[in-house]
């Protein structure tokens, strides 16, 4: 069983920055790509960055160049450096196992955590 606890979310303005954490319990945290997610008000969750078990990154177009994924194996964690924040980027942001977009594999249903709130004021 693995858990996934985010935080640092928060509002902001646009244009401001915000880091978020991802903690994840189990053992098998290193040997796995990590995503972060994020789910808009009326619209479907979706992946928005991963990061491989070896540290290679991948984004979507609407945050590259903006955020930063990356890990620390050894706190079984994973941080999402946002900057230039838009309103836009409005979300809960969670993140789960998985990069499916770039084949690195899908987030397991019952993993999902609480998220963290991303508020971002015009």
């Known amino acids: 069983q693995v858990q996934f606890v985010e935080s640092g979310g928060g509002l902001v303005q646009a244009g401001g920055s915000l880091r978020l954490s991802c903690v994840a319990s189990g053992s098998t945290f290193r040997l796995n790509a990590i995503g972060w997610y994020r789910q808009a008000p009326g619209k479907q969750r979706e992946l928005i960055a991963s990061?491989?078990?070896?540290?290679?990154?991948q984004y979507v177009d609407s945050v590259k160049g903006r955020f930063t994924i990356s890990r620390d194996n050894a706190k079984n964690t994973v941080y999402l450096q946002m900057k230039n924040l838009k309103p836009e980027d409005t979300a809960v942001y969670y993140c789960?196992?998985?990069?499916?977009?770039w084949g690195w594999g899908t987030p397991n249903s019952q993993y999902w955590g609480q998220g963290t709130q991303v508020t971002v004021s015009s």
């Open positions: 990061i491989s078990s070896g540290g290679t990154t």
């Open positions: 789960n196992f998985g990069g499916s977009i």
